[in-house]
Every structure is written in C-alpha cells, then in structure tokens.
C-alpha cells in the first residue's frame, strides 16, 4: 500500500493535469478553426469536471466506495469523446478539405480551359 502522502499526492497532480487539460482545450476552442469548437468544448467540460471530481476526494467529500464507481461510469462517456473523438474528428475535417481542394482546381481547370 501506498503511504498516504503520495496518494495525496497524486490526486492533487490529477487536478493539476485535469486543470491543464482544462486550460488547453479552452484555449483551442476558440483559437484554431471553428470546425473543433464542439469538440474541445466537451472536452474542456469533461477536464473540469474531473479536476473537480478529484479535488473534492483528496479534500475527503467522499470516500474511495462513493467515489471510484461514479467515476468508472463517468469515464464510459468520457473515453470515447476524449479519446476517439478527436482523430474521428480530424479525420473528418480532412477529408472534408480534400474534397474542397480537388473541387477549386477542377474549377480552376474549367475555367483555364474556357474560351470566352
């Protein structure tokens, strides 16, 4: 078993990570294209929520049995958004941006070829 002091410790750097986390998707939202708003918007979300679910059990408002089995089920929701999400996402976004840049130089070429 672990002493005490690190596993204070160690939930106190889960805050910290999970504020990071916070901070990070935050600033992204409304930073890089508009295309990821939603995304990191949740994400943010979730990162909040964790920072706080932590916080509150390393200040004792619950005990590992209250806490550990709310938090798996949260994490059923949480994984597939904050781990999936963002290469489904990109991928997405990609695709998207390829069809558009093939769909302006046919346009280009089109109008190259065009005698007026």
């Known amino acids: ?3 005490p002091e690190l596993n204070t410790f160690v939930l106190w750097c889960n805050v910290a990570g999970a504020l990071l986390a916070f901070g990070a998707n935050m ?3 409304f930073t890089g294209w ?4 939603w995304l990191r918007l949740t994400i943010a979300v979730f990162a909040a929520f964790y920072a706080v679910s932590y916080a509150t059990f390393a200040l004792g408002w619950w005990t590992l049995e209250q806490w ?3 938090m798996r089920g949260v994490s059923v929701v ?7 999400g963002p290469p489904i996402h990109s991928t997405a976004v990609w695709r998207r941006m390829v069809r558009e840049a ?5 346009d280009a070429a ?3 070829l065009r005698v007026d």
């Open 68 to 70: 550990s089995p709310f």
């Open 78 to 84: 949480v994984w597939p958004v904050v781990w999936a």
């Open 1 to 3: 078993m672990r002493p």
């Open 34 to 37: 508009r295309d990821w708003l």
């Open 27 to 29: 600033w992204a939202a």
């Open 102 to 106: 093939r769909r302006q130089i046919e």
């Open 110 to 112: 089109d109008a190259s």
